[in-house]
């Protein structure tokens, strides 16, 4: 199978193409390679991958600009969407950005799909849509009136574009919320990566609030075995919750953080940050129906292994 997937330099993406070059299929990249973490983490995350072998190459551009877009994408079977900017807190601080990547980005993907006759797109969206309801666990029939940043809000605009062109254009999608992805390769903005980095300095970690928001974490080689799963069978036009089914507390996450290192960690005790949700659970029934998901690593082992993963750069 030829996939063109965006993002493909980043923490899914690439998890994602060694997937799919595991199985033999090929695999365009696309990414601009933007400093909002360290440009060479993403570079690192291009060459591992390319050492697997494989067809497989990355073509350098901006989602932003449609001429970049369309000068990269060819003849594919199906193109997988995971570039975006992401993050509540910091679109908050640049909703233009935002906006202008997540939406603009996407309608240049369809209307270059669309030119082209492409007719499956595979997308990734966020369990942030849901906002601040709750009424647990989260489930996709739910009704998505209130999202509480301006990057949820980009994440349901493109939801809602997705069934705009399959309604004009017959553009078959999945678009996949995903709940907390973390393990080995997790942004270091993130926060287990974050904490882990911050615990090992002996540096107090920033927690908000009082350690009673959770989150539905969900392991990387769990959501890599969703979207494949979902590569495979898009067809109509789907939204899917992929989480972990495992939802954990911010104290839970700490005190799992200070096992897994043996260390104790200093708190820098913070008031809850606007546009932060209190809770996250997904209903994973429709994935497990359409997609045969099944989340298999629990909270506590992904910890342990992105743990060690990051020992294996230290050294």
């Not at 254009?169 to 996949?176: M, P, R």
């Amino acid at each position: 199978m030829r996939i063109f997937l965006t993002g493909a330099a980043g923490f899914i993406g690439s998890h994602l193409a060694r997937a799919l070059l595991a199985r033999g299929d090929s695999v365009v990249g696309f990414d601009d390679f933007n400093d909002f973490y360290d440009p060479a983490i993403k570079r690192r995350n291009v060459d591992e991958t390319r050492k697997l072998g494989g067809d497989f190459h990355v073509i350098e551009g901006d989602l932003r600009v449609a001429e970049d877009v369309n000068a990269a994408l060819g003849q594919v079977d199906v193109v997988v969407n995971l570039a975006a900017r992401a993050g509540v807190r910091p679109s908050l601080e640049q909703p233009v950005l935002y906006t202008d990547t997540n939406v603009r980005g996407l309608v240049h993907i369809l209307e270059a799909m669309r030119a082209r006759g492409l007719k499956k797109l595979v997308h990734a969206s966020s369990s942030s849509v849901y906002g601040g309801q709750e009424k647990v666990p989260f489930s996709e029939d739910d009704p998505i009136n209130l999202p509480w940043s301006p990057y949820a809000a980009t994440k349901r605009s493109n939801e809602l574009m997705l069934a705009t062109w399959h309604h004009l254009y017959g553009i078959e999608s999945h678009a996949l919320r995903f709940f907390t992805v973390f393990g080995p390769g997790q942004r270091p903005d993130l926060a287990i990566a974050k904490f882990i980095s911050l615990i090992e300095q002996d540096k107090p970690i920033p927690f908000f609030g009082d350690g009673t928001t959770g989150r539905d974490y969900t392991y990387i080689d769990d959501i890599v075995q969703g979207v494949v799963s979902s590569i495979d069978r898009v067809k109509g036009c789907e939204i899917i919750n992929l989480g972990g089914d495992e939802p954990v507390t911010l104290t839970q996450m700490v005190e799992t953080i200070e096992q897994v290192m043996g260390k104790k960690a200093k708190l820098d005790r913070k008031p809850v940050q606007p546009g932060d949700v209190p809770r996250t659970m997904a209903d994973v029934s429709k994935a497990r129906r359409m997609l045969g998901y099944e989340p298999k690593t629990s909270f506590a082992e992904g910890v342990a292994k992105q743990y060690t993963w990051w020992r294996s750069l230290k050294r």
